[in-house]
């Protein structure tokens, strides 16, 4: 479940091999897998495999990509894109 700030839920996710859907804002829309969707909802490709092992405590190398784990213990995970240009960053709050 993605959360805005506010704590209300924004989005849906769930997913098996071969397809991903995606609940939000009253739609419903399925995709080919998990990457797919993740690209569609952030607006720029995310490595997924990578994301689950940064989730995870582990520090996965991925080219073009710079991890900040140092305050994994606290549900809170920095990834920043540095090539290919246009650079993204992503921040995960995870809440227990």
């Known amino acids: 479940m ?8 924004a989005a849906a996710i769930h997913w098996m091999p071969g397809q991903a859907v995606l609940h939000a804002r009253g739609e419903t829309r399925q995709f080919n897998d998990l990457d797919q ?3 569609q909802l952030l607006g720029t490709p995310v490595p997924v495999t990578a994301l689950f092992a940064w989730l995870a405590g582990q520090a996965q190398e991925v080219e073009g990509w710079q991890v900040d784990l140092s305050a994994q213990d606290q549900g809170k995970i920095l990834a920043r894109r540095l090539s290919p240009e246009p650079s993204a960053e992503l921040r995960v709050v995870l809440d227990n």
């Open 2 to 9: 993605l959360l805005t700030p506010l704590g209300s839920t």
């Open 37 to 39: 969707l993740i690209t």
